[in-house]
C-alpha cells in the first residue's frame, strides 16, 4: 500500500500534554493516547487530589492505571518521523493579526522570519532556507520582518523606493529622480534616513532632557507640598497654643477680677456690718436712757426729779454721721462697663488683624502668578466697580455721581465728625478692598489729581505725613498737567508718557504688581511698580483746587 498518496495531520499523533510527536505513547482504557512520561507526571500531580483521570475526557479510575506500550501507535509514530513528517507547530508560531505573516504558506500561516526587500516578501524559518543556502539569493537584501512592503514599491515604475525627494518630501524610485521629481533636490533614502535619525536623536535628547526637568520640578514639586503640609500643620499647632495661651491670659483675667471684687466685698460688707453692730449698741443705750428719762419725767417730787436727773451720766458720743452717709455710688456697676471696654477693643484688634491673618495666607502662593494681560479686553476681564466711601472724605471733598466722582470745593462740606475722615489732606478711600487681580480707569481733570492706593489704617491726621505716596503705606500716581509723577515712602519719580485725562489702574495683589497706563484709543504703560503687599488695599485720591477726578464703568 503506497504511503505517499496518503495525507496526514500530524496533530493526530500528537501528545495533547506536550503538544508534540508521540514518545513511547500508551493508551488509557478510554481510548485517548499520550507519553508514558507525559501521563506519568500528569497522573503524579494529580496524587495529591488522590484520583487519576484522563487529561482529555476527564474519566476517573478507581486505581492508577498499569500502562502498557502502544506497539502500533509507536511503529506508525516512528515511521512518520522517518518521512519527515513533523509535529503541528505551537500556536504561538502562528501569525496573529498584529503579526508579519509569512507569503508562502498556506492555509494557517506561520509568522514570518525574515522580509525580503528584493523579494518584496516575507517568510518563514522553512520558506525562508533558499535564501540562506542557495546562492541564487546571495545579495537578497533581508531584514526584520515587516509589513507593508508593497508600500515601497513604486506605483508608477513598480521599483523599490530608494530615493527621497527633499523638494516634495516624499520618497521616490530611481527612474522618478530623472523624470518626475527631475531638478527637485533629491537624495538616497539611507541619507535621508541619517539625517532624519539626527534630528530624531537630538529631538529624543531634547525630550529627555525635558523629562529630566519634569522629573525636577516634582520633585521639587513633592518637597514644596511636604514643605506646605508641614509648615501648615506647625501654623495651626502654633496658632493654637498662642491662642490657648491669650484664652489662659483672659482667664487668669477674669480670675483676678473675680478675685477683687469679692475681696473689696467682703471688705465693705464688713466694714458696713461693723457700723450696723455699732449703730445696734447705740440704739440699744438709747432706748435704755429714753425708758429712764420717761421714768424721771412721771417724777410727782419735785425735789426728787431735780435729784434723779442731776444723777444721769452724761450721753455717750454719737457715732460720727459722716462715716454714716451713703453716697449714690453704683458699686460695682463701672466694673462690667470697663470689661465691656476691653471686651470691644479686642474685638476690634481681632478683626483688624483678622484681615491681615487671611491675607498672608492667601499670600501663600508656591507656583508663580499668572502673566500680566496684554491688551485692554484682557484687563477688563478684572475690571471691579469702586465706590468711594464718604466716612473718609476730607471736608473739602464733595462726593458725586453715587459717590464715584470727588471735586475739590472751595466751602467746607456738612460731613459729620468720623475717626476714618482725614482732617487735613484732600484724600479720600474706596469702600471697597482691593485683593487678587483687580482693574480700573479714572477721568481727571484740572490742576492735579493723585490716583493711589493704600492700606487701611494710613493715617487720618498729620499733613503732609499722612499725605497719599509720603509714607510706607501708600502709593500714588500723580497726574498733572505737564506730565506725570509717581511717589512712594516719599521718593518721587518723574515718568514720561503720552498725556490723557483717563488713566488704567491695574493690580495683582499677590504677585505685589502695580501699573498705571495711559488711556487714549490705546493702553500704553506709564509705570510699573515691583513690590510686596502685606495688607489688603483700597483705592485713594487725592484732588488739588479746581480739580475732579472721576471712576468710570468699564
Not at 236 to 249: A, N, P, V, W, Y
Not at 343 to 350: E, P
Not at 504 to 518: E, I, K, M, N, Q
Request: charged residues 25%.
Amino acid at each position: 500500500m503506497a504511503q505517499s498518496g496518503v495525507q496526514l495531520d500530524p496533530e493526530t499523533f500528537s501528545c495533547c500534554l506536550c503538544l508534540d510527536l508521540l514518545k513511547d505513547p500508551v493508551a488509557t482504557s478510554c481510548g485517548h493516547s499520550y507519553c508514558r512520561k507525559c501521563l506519568q507526571h500528569h497522573w503524579d500531580a494529580e496524587e495529591e487530589k488522590r484520583v487519576c483521570s484522563c487529561p482529555q475526557c476527564r474519566r476517573t479510575f478507581t486505581s492508577r492505571p498499569v500502562l502498557e506500550k502502544n506497539t502500533m501507535l509507536a511503529a506508525l509514530v516512528e515511521n512518520l518521523e522517518k518521512t519527515g513528517l513533523q509535529a503541528a507547530p505551537a500556536d504561538h508560531c502562528y501569525a496573529g493579526d498584529e503579526d508579519v505573516a509569512c507569503d508562502f504558506c498556506t492555509g494557517r500561516r506561520l509568522k514570518a522570519l525574515k522580509s525580503c526587500l528584493v523579494c518584496r516578501a516575507s517568510y518563514c524559518d522553512s520558506h525562508l532556507q533558499p535564501h540562506l543556502h542557495s546562492s541564487t539569493f546571495r545579495k537578497h537584501k533581508l531584514v526584520e520582518p515587516t509589513l507593508g512592503l508593497q508600500e515601497n514599491i513604486c506605483r508608477l515604475h513598480d521599483e523599490m523606493m530608494k530615493m527621497f525627494c527633499r523638494t516634495d518630501q516624499q520618497t521616490i524610485c530611481y527612474l522618478c529622480s530623472v523624470e518626475e521629481h527631475k531638478g527637485h533636490h533629491t537624495v538616497s533614502v539611507v541619507t535621508e534616513r541619517t539625517e532624519k535619525q539626527r534630528e530624531l536623536e537630538k529631538t529624543r535628547q531634547k525630550i529627555q532632557q525635558k523629562i529630566q526637568h519634569s522629573e525636577k520640578n516634582l520633585k521639587e514639586l513633592q518637597k514644596e507640598v511636604e514643605s506646605i503640609d508641614s509648615s501648615a500643620d506647625k501654623a495651626m499647632k502654633d496658632s493654637e497654643d498662642i491662642f490657648t495661651q491669650m484664652i489662659r491670659l483672659l482667664e487668669k483675667r477674669c480670675s483676678e477680677v473675680q478675685q477683687e471684687v469679692r475681696s473689696t466685698q467682703q471688705t465693705e460688707v464688713s466694714r458696713v456690718k461693723e457700723l450696723q453692730k455699732k449703730l445696734e449698741q447705740e440704739m440699744t443705750e438709747l432706748k435704755r436712757r429714753d425708758a429712764e428719762l420717761d421714768k424721771i419725767s412721771h417724777t410727782l417730787d419735785h425735789s426728787q426729779f431735780l435729784h434723779n436727773f442731776s444723777s444721769l451720766p452724761a450721753l455717750s458720743q454719737s457715732l460720727d454721721s459722716s462715716c454714716l452717709e451713703i453716697h449714690p455710688l453704683r458699686y460695682f456697676e463701672d466694673v462690667a462697663a470697663d470689661v465691656t471696654k476691653l471686651r470691644d477693643k479686642i474685638q476690634q484688634v481681632l478683626m483688624e488683624t483678622q484681615t491681615n491673618i487671611s491675607l498672608t495666607v492667601s499670600n501663600v502662593d508656591v507656583l508663580l502668578p499668572g502673566p500680566e494681560p496684554r491688551s485692554r479686553e484682557d484687563f477688563l476681564r478684572y475690571s471691579c466697580q469702586i465706590t468711594l466711601d464718604s466716612n473718609t472724605a476730607n471736608k473739602r471733598l464733595l462726593l458725586s455721581e453715587e459717590n464715584r466722582k470727588v471735586t475739590q470745593m472751595k466751602k467746607v462740606q456738612s460731613y459729620c465728625d468720623h475717626p476714618d475722615r482725614f482732617t487735613e489732606g484732600p484724600q479720600v478711600l474706596s469702600r471697597e478692598t482691593l485683593t487678587g487681580r483687580c482693574y480700573w480707569e479714572v477721568e481727571w481733570g484740572g490742576v492735579g489729581v493723585g490716583v493711589a492706593v493704600a492700606y487701611r489704617n494710613i493715617s487720618r491726621s498729620g499733613w503732609p505725613e499722612n499725605g497719599f505716596g509720603l509714607n510706607n503705606k501708600s502709593w500714588c500716581f500723580f497726574c498733572f498737567p505737564s506730565g506725570y509723577t509717581f511717589r512712594h515712602n516719599s521718593i518721587s519719580t518723574v515718568v514720561s508718557g503720552r498725556q490723557s485725562s483717563r488713566v488704567g489702574v491695574y493690580l495683582d495683589h499677590r504677585a505685589g504688581l502695580l501699573s498705571f497706563y495711559s488711556i487714549s484709543g490705546t493702553m500704553e504703560l506709564l509705570h510699573r511698580v515691583q513690590t510686596r503687599f502685606t495688607q489688603p488695599l483700597y483705592v485713594g485720591f487725592y484732588v488739588d483746587s479746581d480739580s475732579s477726578v472721576a471712576l468710570m464703568k468699564v
